[in-house]
Each structure stands twice: as structure tokens, then as C-alpha cells.
């Protein structure tokens, strides 16, 4: 089956990460779940009775004191790990993909280019260079052993087969770790254009900001939902009662076991059903906002491909042909970036005839 995934051209000056996820395949609407789940080690108690409740096109955020079990609650769903008790179910046709924190896939003497060869041999060497150009892996790099690689040159290879690995559910465990502001920015842009599902763990306050749609706290007694960012959750710690979440950093304090939650009132399930709308719009929103930034890339870029084509010399044809497919490339992009904004407009009229 051919690897699809979307590049952009990097100029000769790029210092940062140039790429976007490639769109997801197609999936059911309710896309994880989690009911009861459980898990000890050595005797130690790390939580109990998670619930979790991930539908299509979300962003979710799992926050928590380090050590609370996180990671470990991540690679049980992942299915590394086996729960003690509980049960975890993808919806139909979801494919997830793992970003392990501490990259433990990339180790030994095989050198970047070599672990990519072995990993993708669809790929021709030439493409997996150009690919690995893309995220900063230039001239001698690619010739670098795995164990000789720094935490950031780890990261960025992790994320690279990421994105060549089409997945509808990211399960992500500290995706900027080790990365410089720039390739920072470059992984929220490409998480901010992801039409997918994702579900993250992470101490960056502007992501959790800029992409959650809800926060889940963990702590011994399990997950407590936060509707709305990270704003939003820290609101939430400072109202009173017993059942809000933990803090998200530093030791967690003591407290009495989580009171089952009462049946939900009028009020309050008036207050979800804003809220879950208000998601809704915002997640419109940033859709709204990539199609309007991707179809503005898109028109730079196949201005950028004529001025070349133009400025090619007759003797190059080699040239000038690779230049054409480009730029047919790009302008069946543009094509169907266009026919999905017409789309999201005609969905945006529906509901504004509906509330009339």
C-alpha cells in the first residue's frame, strides 16, 4: 500500500520543522473508550475506575502530578500494557499511532538513513533524504547512529515516522519535550491543521491552550473531566468542592476518596450541552482557519513553481517536467482544499437555517 503524507518544500534557509499530517482516514464517531480501568505496581496503587469518553475530531488533554501514572495509563491504551481491571475500546475502523516521550524504538548503531530505509522500504533512499531534509536532518546527520542522537534529533525523527504512519487517533505523551520554540511552533501549527483525534499528555500551557477541547485530570481515584483548556481547568482547582481535579504539576495533595458524582441536574446538564457546543464552534473554528491558511500556502506555493518554470532554461526539461508534476500536484490540493471549505460553508448555513 503506498505511504501518503504531505511535505512542505522546505526553503534553503529553513531552520525549523516543515510538515503537516496527512488527512486521517475515515472513522466512527465515538473513537475511544474507557470504562473502570485500573493499574498497580509493586503493590502501589496508581488509579482506579478511569472513565474517558474520546469522540471524533477532538482534542484532549491528560493532565496530572508527575507520577500519577499518565504515560502508563497512555501505553494501556496504546495496548502495551494490560489493565488490572477495566476495559478499553476503539471505535469502529480507528487506527491509533504512539509517540513514546522517551523514543525507546531509537536506539542501536544503525545510522538515521539506515533505520529509515529499514522502516519505510516503499520509500526510495532519495525520498526518505528529502523527508529527512524536512526535519532538519541535512548532509552528514542522516550518517548519525541512533545512540548518538540528542533528545531533540529524537524527537523530531519520532514525530517524522509519525507523520508517515496515517493514523485517525494520535496518542501523544509529551509531543514538544526536547524541541527548540521554532519546532515547538511547527508541531502545534501541524496538531492546529490535524483533522484527527488526539489525545495528549503535556506540561506546555500555550498547547494545552491553544488545542484542548477538554482536560482529564488524573489521580488515584481516576479521571475527572474538565469541560474547555487549561485556563479553564485551572479555574476549576480554585473553586471549592470536593471533587475538583488535581493539580497538574508538582505533588499531589492529599485528599479523601472521590464521592461518587450525583446525577446530573437541569442546570447542569444545560451547562455541558453549552459547553460541548461551545467546543464544537471552536473546533469549526480552527477547521475554518486551516482551510483559509492551507488554500493561501497552497496559491504561494504554485506561484512560487510557475516563476521556476518560467525561469527554466528549453535544454532543462528534466527540470522543467519535475517542476509541472509539482505543480499539478499542488493544484489538485488546492482542488480539493476548495471543495471542503465549499463543504464547511454549506454545513455553517444548515445550522444557522436550523437555530432560526
Known sequence: ERLKFDLK???????????????PPAGGNDVLELSGVAKSF???????????????????????????????????????????????????NII?????????????????????????????????????????????????SLDSLSGGEKARLELLKLMLEPANLLLLDEPTNHLDIASREAVENALLDYPGTVLAIS??????????????????????????????????????????????????????????AAPETEASQEYRRRKEEQAKERRLAKK????QRRLQELEEEIDLLQEQIDACAPEDYQLMTEFFCQKEQLEEQLLETMTEQELLRGQDQDQTGAQK
Do not use: W
Open 42 to 92: 509493586g503493590g502501589r496503587l496508581l488509579f482506579e475506575q478511569a472513565d474517558l469518553h474520546l469522540r471524533k475530531g477532538e482534542k484532549v488533554f491528560l493532565l496530572g502530578p508527575n507520577g500519577c501514572g499518565k504515560t502508563t495509563l497512555m501505553r494501556i491504551i496504546s495496548g502495551e500494557l494490560a489493565p488490572d481491571a477495566g476495559e478499553v475500546r476503539l471505535g469502529v
Open 288 to 291: 475554518r482557519q486551516r482551510l
Open 9 to 23: 518544500q522546505p526553503r534553503a534557509d529553513a531552520k525549523t520543522l516543515a510538515f503537516r499530517f496527512s488527512v
Open 203 to 260: 506540561h506546555d500551557r500555550y498547547l494545552i491552550n491553544r488545542l484542548a477541547d477538554r482536560v482529564y485530570a488524573l489521580s488515584a481515584e481516576g479521571l475527572l473531566e474538565t469541560l474547555g483548556n487549561y485556563d479553564d481547568y485551572m479555574r476549576c482547582l480554585e473553586q471549592p468542592g470536593e471533587n475538583k481535579p488535581p493539580s497538574a504539576s508538582g505533588r499531589a495533595e492529599p485528599r479523601q476518596p472521590m464521592a461518587k
Open 96 to 144: 491509533p499511532r504512539y509517540y513514546d516521550q522517551i523514543q525507546s524504538g531509537l536506539s542501536g548503531r544503525a545510522s538515521v538513513l539506515e533505520h529509515m530505509t529499514d522502516s519505510y522500504p516503499l520509500l526510495t533512499q532519495t525520498r526518505i533524504r528529502t523527508i529527512l531534509g524536512s526535519f532538519l536532518f541535512c548532509g552528514d546527520s542522516v550518517d548519525k
